[in-house]
């Protein structure tokens, strides 16, 4: 089943084609990139005892999926207008900051290339869609009462399929669940449907 129906995952996108001031086919093309991308990296970093702790207990400290509650207002939740500091729940560069380190600039610049979007509408689409996977993973952990050891084996999975998959198909089948041909009404239940259909 989805975790969020349509109208949320059309919410997600807009927010993010507004907050970039791009079309939401470009920016839908950024995130089939970074998508990969950011659950490559996550499960790299959760494959030593270490790094599956911390990212366990980032999980149950700031991520318990509430964010996917509120994807109407992501933008304002992560941007924030300046007017309240962004919770770590939404602190999106923090979060990348964590999942890529100093290759940070590299992935943004690298998917930038490849989807027409500038490195400034890249940065921010990132910063977007890092709290969306944190908070998939948060309702995983909750939902199948995953401890460290779940979480890798989790993102394992992810990796050997990201890797064994044509890019293509693997992008389009993980992002358009619904098979209509199209991935934008399936931002939202895109982490959380594919993840527990391996």
Do not use: W
Not at 89 to 106: K, P, S, T, V
Not at 135 to 162: C, S, V, W
């Amino acid at each position: 089943e989805d975790l969020l129906g349509q109208q949320q995952g059309n919410e997600a996108i807009n927010q993010m084609s507004q907050q970039v001031g791009a079309q939401p086919s470009m920016v839908n093309s950024a995130i089939q990139m970074a998508l990969p991308m950011i659950l490559n990296q996550m499960a790299n970093n959760a494959s030593t005892p270490q790094g599956a702790e911390s990212l366990n207990n980032a999980l149950e400290r700031d991520h318990s999926g509430g964010i996917l509650d509120n994807l109407g207002g992501l933008g304002s939740l992560i941007f924030g207008g300046g007017q309240q500091p962004v919770s770590r729940e939404a602190d999106g560069g923090g979060i990348l900051g964590h999942i890529f380190g100093n290759n940070q600039g590299q992935v943004t610049q690298e998917v930038s290339n490849q989807s027409g979007l500038n490195v400034g509408q890249v940065a921010q689409i990132l910063m977007m869609l890092a709290p969306i996977v944190m908070g998939y993973l948060g309702r995983q952990k909750q939902q199948n009462n995953l401890g460290a050891g779940g979480l890798t084996d989790l993102l394992l999975g992810q990796q050997q399929q990201i890797q064994q998959a044509p890019q293509g198909s693997f992008i389009e089948r993980m992002l358009d669940q619904d098979g209509d041909g199209s991935a934008m009404d399936d931002i939202a239940s895109m982490a959380f449907k594919y993840m527990t259909n391996r």
